[in-house]
């Protein structure tokens, strides 16, 4: 060997051994809880000195309105666990200082905290003004926690900033120590891929504390693979538990939805699961057959796998019509079509109810369905429903291009249609909650086409679009050629105008409106208690605040 | 005259280019994309990837750019990614309103405060002429945000004299006949219009008052009064003329001042106009509609100057451009 | 008798002979300036010395005395989650008010020199400089502020740095077109004719006249921007809160239910805006007919 070939040689080892010395570091590297937020004492003292209660008293001015958040399900799911399980941490300050004790943590000089390492213990909150129980809470715990000897530092900015500050960077780089936001859940328990998950932690998703513990992810995937629902209760309700007590995200708060209704509407039966699609059927009104609706705000996105906007949605679950839909009690249950499982739970084998019409008088057909659910899967889609698409079976060739079709789903006869997923799960069946719309309109062969139907939306369901002007109002009128004519509703119409937040509650009170749902606090609900001509409706939301913080610090 | 037309034109290309050159920088440094701000939880980082891609493609600036100029010269301002709708289908929808109300605005300003700087004009040191200093004074010093909730909590909440919010009574005239339905929008239009048109009328009455002032020391009125004119006949007829011309220009500033400026009062009456949609776009990150409104705008600034410079020169004979 | 040389005797100091003394004495006399001048003066008074007249902090929170009209011990009442508002109200005025010297003072300081370098060089450099100042005020202006605010974050510094931005164009103008005029006057050709250095003849002969106007523009210019800052802040755009300013302490009345009711919650800002602003525009008139009475209004 000439020299100039061993030392290229030589060279080449070398980096090859870097390359490997750095791979199996990377392999190895395992983010460590830090010193402060990866304590579970810490975090656990950090909030017995949160008054919480005041907080909601402060915020929202009564418990009817929000309650002390316990664990990351809703209460009113059927995965929720007993409440005497959980811990609500209750304000105690002794205890929070007892607790920073037994970590290590003593009071300096200054009156803050310290380590044995010399580590002080301080902690960068972020905050946004966008609403304003981030400021609210955090003005609170910058009071309550420096008398632990906790210093704490506000950073204000946007919502969006916080939301790409704590999601976009990658893990062991995303800047920051606590920070709130709100979320708001399915109607499946399924904690995957959001908050608590540890696989969602990465750059770019949802999960920004860094938390891992083995129990809590083997819990997570045994309850998505589990079919039988009082087993699957059990699971998540001691996930519940865990994450109650290891509180690597705390969850502030429940808030309670409120709604003014005009005494002259009758069955309207609103709760946290009912759907606009039901609710709609059961109402009767006294005087003007057109029911007054008032919205703050629509995007007209009016098509089912495109709108994310709640108010959007409202309008496709009257004017579409699903294969399933979320029942009272927050399960899924058929709507118009009926399903089998099969191939060891990842086949749904969809029928379709008999006589169904579209609101031009087609029928509709298994071609439909087909139409309206691989749209999702289309290379120029860029709505949020991608994940329906991509967990069936076929799909990565479809969008590799290398097959025509996706091969997991499969149109077995005019009203059957068969969906193939990568894998089974009980929370598959969520994805089939959106309305069908009609391939004879819609498919002009482009996603141009097929979205230029947004504001004018046509489909199956017992209401019509019948007058839009955007951002202004909606004319939905009842379906003269619905299918199910026993199942129809019994107004003439819904006219839904778009109403500011702070004009909501006089305008129910002129009667302009029959029906609105105000921003949750004690003031609207004072305001609308003492209007006479109206009754006030409230719930529990789907959804709770959070306070997620950053073990890896 | 039409070779000074063709420089200005010209040189209005360069700075728009520069205008939008700079959009599209800030653009492309804004943290954050559409995608974040789309919250679906559901969405792994792996979509969030992808969708990102589809939404807002990797192009070297000054590749977007070009195809911007490009697909723009054609009609075409792109799609926004919040509403899935071409671009200039939304700001056709919205900017009726704005112009609507920004001309009202106008309209009224002109018609208050040029008969009221006439006045004072030719009623120096009298009530009217302190009245009106007064007034005009307040007119440019006061917070249009603030003057709009006063009027909002006095005329609109305490008196109930004018609805709260929105540009119509839908509920109230849909099935009514057109007439009741425009007198509808004038009496949603008249709170916003005033507030928006505070400052305008200040400056209307401030600019006709030295102007007018400027015209009656002239020479020449001094001689149609000699002639025995009626003191009428020789303000309105001659001096008054004379008067209006500088103000012409004025019309180059705030037209556009005003379309800009209706965003804030907008907000507060939510006024269906441009203005809700650019704060929109810009909370959700939607590139194409910050980039469609923002070119417009600016370009209607610029258009705005070089009509009321014409103007000027088309009514003033004495003004020569080369 | 003789008369002796006037030298003998004691000659008074008359302050009228100064330029400065001149328009000092002329200001002095315009009561309505003075009366505002005053005006502001005690409003930066009470703003720098809040923490000696108020017991409250700025940002303490009183859980129970939330929403508390005016009394004896919250002269302007408390907000939502139980701050005291004069207090803010006065804080508020240091971010306000300070946000506006700052800003003020960099437009003008960007300002003078762009219009001194295109007033005195001419040719290639002042259409440049005058092509840019087109760009800059072409620009639609609050959608400007909020892309800025989108891109750089939502502070202190990004405020200031966009607000000077967009507005420095007009002093270029106003010292430009000052420039322009006096560089045709007689004794700049003899400085010329002498060899006199430009930036010599730029500091010496020309910046001390338009010093003037430019203070004068200075004045008006700070009514201007806290009118805008405030309008900016009460959007979101400008200052966020819990940082008070007098624009977001304006915020809470969006809310219809706050106008009705909580009238203490957005009035005094309100009127303390109203009140900075009209103080400096009649102060800044009032140097105006100072400095030349036969300028226009």
Redesign the interface.
């Known amino acids: 060997m000439t020299r100039n070939a061993a030392l290229k040689t030589l060279a080449l080892l070398i980096a090859a051994l870097m390359a490997l010395s750095m791979f199996s570091a990377a392999m190895a590297e395992e983010f460590q809880p830090g010193p402060k937020l990866g304590d579970k004492l810490v975090r656990q003292a950090l909030l017995y000195a949160l008054d919480r209660e005041?907080f909601i008293?402060?915020q929202y001015g009564s418990t009817e309105l929000a309650r002390v958040g316990l664990a990351p399900i809703s209460p009113t799911s059927w995965a929720f666990p007993d409440l005497s399980d959980l811990n609500d941490y209750a304000f105690d300050l002794d205890k929070a200082a007892a607790l920073l004790d037994e970590a290590g943590w003593t009071v300096g000089e200054d009156g803050y905290r310290y380590n044995a390492d010399g580590v002080k213990l301080e902690l960068e909150w972020l905050v946004y003004?966008?609403s304003?129980w981030p400021?609210?809470l955090s003005?609170?715990a910058?009071?309550s926690w420096k008398q632990i000897g906790v210093s704490l530092l506000?950073n204000?900015?946007?919502f969006?900033?916080v939301?790409?500050t704590t999601?976009?960077p990658p893990p062991g780089e995303k800047m920051f120590d606590i920070y709130t936001m709100g979320?708001?859940?399915?109607a499946d328990p399924d904690p995957s891929?959001?908050?608590f998950d540890y696989d969602?932690f990465?750059?770019?998703?949802?999960n920004a504390s860094g938390y891992y513990n083995e129990h809590a992810q083997d819990l997570i995937k045994a309850g998505k693979l589990e079919f039988d629902q009082a087993k699957r209760a059990a699971i998540y309700q001691e996930w519940a538990k865990l994450m109650n007590e290891e509180v690597p995200t705390s969850i502030v708060a429940y808030r309670s939805e409120i709604w003014g209704v005009n005494n002259r509407v009758s069955g309207l039966d609103l709760g946290t699961y009912a759907e606009w699609a039901d609710i709609i059927r059961d109402v009767t009104l006294e005087g003007d057959q057109i029911l007054?609706l008032g919205e703050t705000s629509f995007?007209?996105?009016f098509?089912p796998i495109?709108s994310?906007k709640v108010y959007d949605t409202w309008i496709n679950k009257v004017v579409f019509e699903s294969p399933i839909r979320t029942s009272v009690e927050g399960e899924f249950v058929p709507y118009i079509a009926d399903y089998e499982l099969s191939n060891e739970n990842k086949t749904y084998t969809f029928t379709l109810k008999e006589g169904i019409t579209f609101s031009d008088g087609v029928p509709m057909t298994s071609e439909d369905f087909y139409f309206t659910y691989t749209m999702i899967a289309h290379?120029?889609?860029?709505g949020?429903r991608?994940?329906v698409a991509?967990g069936l079976e076929g799909y990565d060739e479809y969008a590799a291009g290398t097959a025509e079709t996706i091969s997991g789903v499969e149109i077995i006869d005019e009203r059957t249609i068969s969906f193939t997923f990568k894998e089974a799960s009980p929370a598959n069946i969520a994805n089939f909650v959106y309305g069908i719309a009609p391939k004879h309109i819609y498919d002009d062969g482009t996603m141009e086409g097929f979205?230029s139907h947004?504001?004018e939306p046509v489909g199956s369901g017992p209401l019509v679009m019948t007058d839009y002007?955007?951002?202004?109002?909606i004319?939905l009128s009842a379906n003269e050629n619905y299918w199910d004519p026993d199942n129809a509703v019994k107004i003439d119409g819904v006219?839904i105008?778009?109403?500011?937040d702070?004009?909501k509650?006089?305008?129910l009170e002129l009667g302009?409106l029959d029906v609105a749902m105000p921003a949750a606090n004690i003031?609207?609900l004072n305001?609308m208690q003492a209007i006479g001509n109206i009754h006030v409706a409230s719930y529990l939301g789907n959804g709770y605040t959070f306070m997620c913080f950053n073990t890896l610090n | 005259m039409r070779t000074y037309l063709a420089r200005r034109i010209l040189q209005i290309i360069p700075v728009f280019l520069g205008i939008l050159l700079i959009l599209f920088f800030l653009m492309e440094h804004a943290p954050g994309g559409p995608v974040t701000t789309m919250m679906d939880p559901r969405l792994t980082a792996e979509q969030k990837a992808i969708l990102a891609e589809r939404l807002d493609p990797k192009l070297p600036i000054y590749q977007k750019f070009f195809n911007w100029i490009g697909s723009a010269l054609q009609g075409n301002l792109g799609y926004s990614i919040k509403h899935k709708r071409p671009v200039t289908a939304l700001l056709g929808d919205f900017i009726g309103p704005t112009f609507i109300l920004s001309f009202s605005a106008l309209i009224l300003s002109m018609l208050i405060g040029i008969p009221i700087g006439v006045l004072s004009a030719t009623r120096q040191r009298s009530l009217a002429d302190n009245a009106a200093t007064v007034f005009s004074l307040v007119g440019i010093s006061m917070p249009t945000f603030f003057f709009g909730l006063l009027l909002l909590k006095f005329l609109a909440v305490d008196l109930r004299l004018f609805p709260l919010y929105g540009m119509r009574d839908n509920l109230l005239t849909r099935n009514a006949s057109w007439l009741t339905r425009q007198l509808d929008v004038a009496r949603h239009t008249v709170l916003p219009a005033v507030v928006l048109g505070l400052a305008s009328t200040a400056s209307f009455m401030r600019y006709t008052r030295s102007s007018m002032l400027e015209v009656i020391r002239q020479d020449y009125i001094r001689t149609a009064r000699a002639k025995g004119l009626k003191e009428k006949v020789t303000i309105y007829r001659h001096a008054l003329r004379n008067a209006i011309i500088p103000i012409i220009t004025l019309l180059g500033f705030w037209i556009p001042s005003l379309l800009s400026g209706a965003v804030m009062t907008e907000t507060i009456f939510a006024y269906p106009g441009l203005g809700k949609i650019s704060v929109d776009a810009v909370n959700t990150r939607d590139y194409p509609v910050i980039l469609g409104v923002n070119a417009m705008l600016s370009l209607l600034t610029l258009v705005g100057a070089l009509v009321a410079d014409v103007l000027y020169a088309v009514a003033d004979p004495r003004i020569k451009y080369e | 008798m003789e008369l002796k040389a006037s030298a003998a005797l004691p000659v008074k100091r008359d302050l009228r002979q100064s330029y400065w003394g001149n328009v000092a004495w002329r200001f002095s006399r315009n009561k309505l300036a003075v009366a505002s001048l005053i005006t502001l003066f005690i409003i930066l008074m009470a703003c720098i010395f809040v923490p000696m007249i108020s017991p409250y902090r700025m940002e303490s929170t009183a859980m129970y005395e939330r929403d508390v009209r005016p009394n004896a011990t919250h002269w302007l009442g408390t907000d939502k989650i139980g701050r005291d508002l004069f207090t803010r109200l006065f804080y508020a005025g240091r971010i306000s008010l300070g946000i506006a010297l700052v800003v003020t003072a960099v437009q003008c300081l960007i300002g003078v020199t762009m219009g001194s370098l295109s007033g005195f060089y001419g040719g290639v450099v002042d259409a440049f400089i005058m092509r840019l100042c087109e760009i800059f005020l072409s620009f639609p202006f609050l959608i400007v502020c909020v892309t800025i605010a989108m891109v750089f974050g939502n502070s202190i510094p990004v405020l200031i740095f966009t607000l000077a931005l967009l507005s420095w164009p007009t002093v270029a103008r106003i010292v430009r077109g000052q420039i322009l005029t006096l560089r045709e006057m007689e004794y700049m050709e003899a400085c010329e004719a002498l060899g006199i250095s430009d930036a010599h003849r730029i500091f010496k002969h020309l910046l001390p006249n338009v010093l003037a106007y430019v203070i004068v523009y200075a004045t008006l210019g700070m009514a201007s921007v806290i009118l805008t800052e405030t309008s900016l802040s009460f959007l979101g755009l400008g200052v966020s809160p819990p940082t008070p300013t007098w624009g977001n302490m304006i915020q809470d009345a969006r809310d219809l239910l706050v106008i009705k009711n909580k009238w203490w919650y957005w009035v005094p800002p309100g009127v303390a805006i109203f009140l900075s602003v009209i103080c400096f525009n009649l102060v800044g008139d009032g140097l105006r007919d100072a400095i030349d009475p036969k300028m226009k209004r």
């Open positions: 005041n008293l402060a003004e966008d304003p400021v609210t003005s609170m910058f009071d506000i204000r900015m946007d969006n900033t939301a790409n999601q976009e979320f708001s859940l399915d891929g959001g908050l969602a990465s750059a770019g998703g949802f007054k995007d007209g996105k098509n495109y994310d290379p120029e889609y860029t949020p991608l994940s991509m979205i947004n504001s002007a955007p951002s202004q109002f004319l006219y105008t778009m109403v500011p702070e004009s509650i006089a305008a302009d003031d609207n305001a």
